[in-house]
């Protein structure tokens, strides 16, 4: 499989972003994915996911209705569009995909990633 993530930039306090995770390869019948995020100095955070095998999509608390996670299957794309921006969200943003498991929020279940784009909120 390939992500290949896109749209990071530098973008103003309050303003929007939307980024995109284009997926090739993709087979899994049974899958989770997820958008995660890594600012300068901390850990992985996973930022929305969802999984098949509740159909539900998981959020961060720190998304607050914020962050919304779509996808179009025609052309096997992910997307992250993220309003409201602030400069806590600076942080390099990963797509991630994997077979599914229990749940969709920890980083070391996902067998594939992007290679991450660049969000810097500032003014």
């Known amino acids: 499989f390939q992500l290949q993530a896109s749209g990071g930039g530098l973008v103003q306090p309050g303003g929007s972003l939307r980024l995109s995770c284009a997926i090739s390869g993709f087979t899994f019948d049974s899958h989770m994915i997820a958008w995660f995020r890594q600012a300068p100095g901390k850990g992985r955070e996973a930022v929305l996911c969802?999984?098949?095998?509740?159909?539900?999509?998981h959020s961060a608390p720190f998304v607050k209705g914020r962050f919304t996670m779509s996808d179009d299957n025609a052309k096997n794309i992910l997307y992250l569009q993220m309003n409201n921006l602030k400069p806590e969200d600076t942080a390099t943003y990963y797509c991630?995909?994997?077979?599914?498991?229990?749940?969709?929020?920890?980083?070391?279940?996902?067998?594939?990633w992007g290679q991450g784009t660049l969000v810097t909120v500032s003014s």
């Open positions: 991630a995909l994997a077979s599914a498991k229990d749940e969709c929020q920890n980083d070391y279940d996902y067998d594939y």
């Open positions: 969802a999984g098949s095998y509740d159909g539900q999509l």
